[in-house]
């Protein structure tokens, strides 16, 4: 009875009103209401099986089965329109009857009232021809506040196919990013709770808006009208870092400039002579002129397609040794000879025949399943991770299931003829050694699990052509990739390049771009993308323009204690390990030895093997294979940059510290050491050196002093020298790029 009097009470509450019982909708009220409660989420009764015997589609993605559930299962106790109040979707809800949810609603709340009404009108479904959500506006889409301000309102309007719209502030299902930076009331007030930046996630029905809040303490506007601007770049940077009230780091001196540029497009480190041409040099354009030869040098073509091997999969166990091989030797000439990026990815894509004789069509032999297939495209080429819509809509994204079945279609009939003589791989029976034939097979076709028919072929976000019996579709696509008028493409790219110059992706992770991870500077990573397919979609051209901006070339160090706390504005440059083909390379480089690898000739970098091969694997157990694989090297089985591993560990120290590699390079005795010995350098020459070779600069004062003074009162000059060797090269300064 009480129940059902404070039933009349809870429309009194209600921000808006319902006229009448009979026009409330269960897509666009009651399934709302199911959304904000968290009862079809992934933890709740959205999950695979669903909790209790109680099953509802993932983020109400399909009304039609979860009214079935709420209104015939269970004897249709759920719902029972002669007692509304009696029904176990509002007892349970409310938390009258034991719930392991706990409580969701109380019986004055806005959802409680909307679910009742409904139960009491019939439990109706919806007319088929009533309208369809077609967008949704939250405002304000971002919002920063600085204390004492604490708190501000949202508001989410939802726009409709019949042109009508309606605020549903009280329906929607509000979540953050990050925990502990604020929380939000049923009626839409975001409170701060700290200081910090998150993100608010908007879902009303099938879509998804992001609001972007930063709670601000009370710091003083930093003073930036001197800061000198070298292009768009820096103007966008400081204007966000002005609104932030964080200043930027100063610009940092030469010798770490040159390092970083040397590691960031080479994957190496100057010599000693190109370190002391640099430094004398009074020309104030010496860092473009430097840029500029660099982005000519073979080097960065080698290193830069290790970045593309990585992701294309490009590795021993699927394409073997030779398809490996010449695979990375088309990367690197494509950038070698600055292809456009877009005609690269069309080259790939649109590759068939022979995987010696037609390098990319290596990529289509190592993904051999035509969802594996989509879902790579779409995360190398396009940003999208749609792995999630294989088995139902995608929680967090736009992508259905229809459309994941719909771009794997595209992919379908991609099929292999192994020549004749081809063999099966002795450590590996299900792989082949040898070469294979990429063609397509007209008859096969994406069957979609659901409906068990062939799934027609889309384009994700576009309008695809109509494909006949015969159609081409991977030359469809790859056209569609690098149109320059495709939304998605141009902002991978630069997404990706400004990652590996600057440590971390404008959207991060760099490959996963969707309303709900929005860009940390939307407007930078617009003007890039557009600039980027201005220019021809060049790489070299992007990468120069990146590192001739004054927020690449920032110092890692400041003084202003707000600024050290910014890892995602870019007011100061990233410090980073060095992955672990520049480490090796620069540990060869300083030691002035080969690091030998197996089946490759002496002398050979670290950034020139194909891909070593994995350990155990043919014989490569080698101690330079080893050591990539303690330092993160991906063994590119999956098609994106987070397989590569830089967190340091116990492992890594024992390498550097006792490793049997270290050791024997460190005693070698024609190493650096023992040749400047051989040659009867004095200590304060080998000295330098070794300061130049290793990190770009000369010993400071203090530093010459003491090591000095150790060396002259050394009884073995050679085993102290050993160990200055070995200390400079285990220095956090040698190790990190910064």
């Known amino acids: 009875m009480i129940a059902r009097f404070l039933v009349p009470l809870a429309f009194v509450f209600l921000q808006q009103p319902l006229a009448q019982a009979a026009e409330v909708s269960f897509e666009r009220d009651v399934m709302p209401v199911l959304s904000r409660a968290g009862c079809n989420s992934g933890a709740c009764h959205g999950n695979l099986n669903g909790k209790g015997g109680f099953k509802l589609s993932l983020k109400g993605e399909d009304p039609a089965t979860d009214l079935a559930a709420l209104t015939r299962e269970m004897l249709a106790r759920r719902t029972d329109p002669l007692h509304p109040a009696e029904s176990l979707m509002l007892l349970k809800g409310t938390g009258r009857v034991p719930h392991e949810g706990g409580s969701r609603f109380s019986p004055t709340s806005t959802e409680y009232a909307a679910i009742h009404a409904w139960i009491a009108a019939g439990c109706r479904p919806d007319k088929g021809d009533g309208p369809t959500l077609s967008r949704l506006d939250v405002a304000p889409a971002a919002k920063i506040l600085i204390e ?76 930036m009208g001197t800061i000198p601007v070298n292009n768009e770049i820096d103007r966008l940077v400081l204007a966000q870092l002005r609104e932030l009230r964080l200043k930027p780091a100063d610009v940092a001196p030469d010798h770490i400039f040159l390092r970083r540029a040397f590691l960031d497009t080479l994957g190496l480190l100057p010599t000693p002579d190109e370190t002391r041409a640099f430094l004398a040099d009074a020309d104030p354009k010496k860092r473009e002129r430097l840029i500029d030869s660099l982005l000519k040098r073979p080097e960065f073509a080698e290193y830069w397609a290790q970045k593309w091997s990585d992701l294309l999969r490009n590795e021993e166990k699927s394409l073997d040794k030779k398809g490996v091989a010449v695979f990375y030797r088309w990367i690197a000439a494509q950038i070698a000879a600055d292809r456009p990026l877009n005609e690269f990815a069309r080259d790939i894509l649109a590759a068939s025949g022979s995987t010696y004789a037609n390098p990319p069509a290596n990529f289509w032999r190592a993904i051999r399943e035509p969802t594996q297939r989509a879902e790579a495209v779409a995360q190398v080429f396009l940003g999208i991770r749609m792995g999630c819509a294989r088995c139902h809509n ?20 991609i099929d292999y003829r192994i020549s004749d003589n081809v063999k099966k791989d002795k450590f590996d029976k299900h792989e082949f050694v040898g070469e294979q034939f990429v063609f397509q097979n007209r008859d096969a076709e994406m069957i979609h699990p659901r409906t068990k028919k062939p799934a027609t072929p889309v384009f994700l976000g576009a309008k695809a052509p109509k494909f006949g019996p015969d159609s081409d579709r991977l030359s469809a696509i790859a056209d569609w990739i690098a149109s320059p008028g495709n939304p998605f493409f141009a902002r991978t790219q630069v997404n990706r390049i400004w990652l590996h110059l600057m440590g971390r992706g404008l959207v991060d992770p760099n490959d996963d771009f969707r309303a709900t991870n929005p860009p940390t500077n939307p407007e930078l990573l617009d003007y890039l993308a557009k600039d980027f397919a201005a220019g021809g979609f060049h790489l070299k051209r992007t990468v120069k323009q990146i590192m001739m901006s004054r927020t690449y070339q920032l110092a890692s160090t400041v003084r202003e204690r707000t600024t050290m706390g910014d890892d995602l504005h870019h007011s100061h440059a990233a410090v980073m390990p060095l992955e672990a083909e520049q480490l090796l390379d620069a540990l060869a480089q300083v030691m002035d030895l080969p690091v030998p690898f197996s089946g490759y000739p002496l002398g050979i970098r670290a950034n020139q093997v194909p891909a070593p091969p994995q350990s155990g694997r043919r014989g490569s157990d080698g101690m330079g294979e080893r050591f990539l694989k303690t330092f993160g090297k991906p063994d590119r089985l999956l098609t994106c940059e987070c397989e590569r591993n830089d967190d340091p560990g116990l492992l890594q120290a024992f390498q550097l510290i006792t490793g049997e590699l270290m050791n024997d390079m460190i005693r070698a005795t024609d190493n650096r050491v023992g040749k400047m010995l051989s040659a009867g350098k004095t200590d304060a020459e080998m000295l330098d050196e070794i300061y130049l070779a290793a990190l770009c600069r000369k010993p400071t004062e203090i530093e010459t002093k003491k090591l000095l003074a150790l060396l002259a009162a050394a009884k073995n000059r050679r085993a102290v020298w050993e160990d200055v060797l070995w200390a400079v090269v285990n220095s956090k300064e040698f190790l990190l790029r910064r």
């Open 148 to 223: 004492p301000a604490d708190r501000f309102s949202v508001t989410v309007m939802a726009h409709f196919s019949d042109g009508s719209k309606r605020d549903v502030t009280h329906l929607a299902a509000f979540e953050f990013t990050a925990v502990g930076i604020a929380k939000i009331t049923p009626a839409g007030e975001v409170i701060r709770e700290a200081t910090g930046e998150t993100v608010l996630l908007v879902r009303y029905l099938t879509q998804l808006a992001p609001v972007r809040i930063v709670f601000l303490p009370d710091r003083p506007i930093p003073e």
């Open 394 to 413: 995608h929680p967090f994204d736009r992508w259905t299931s229809d459309e994941y079945y719909g771009f794997s279609a595209l992919f379908a009939r």
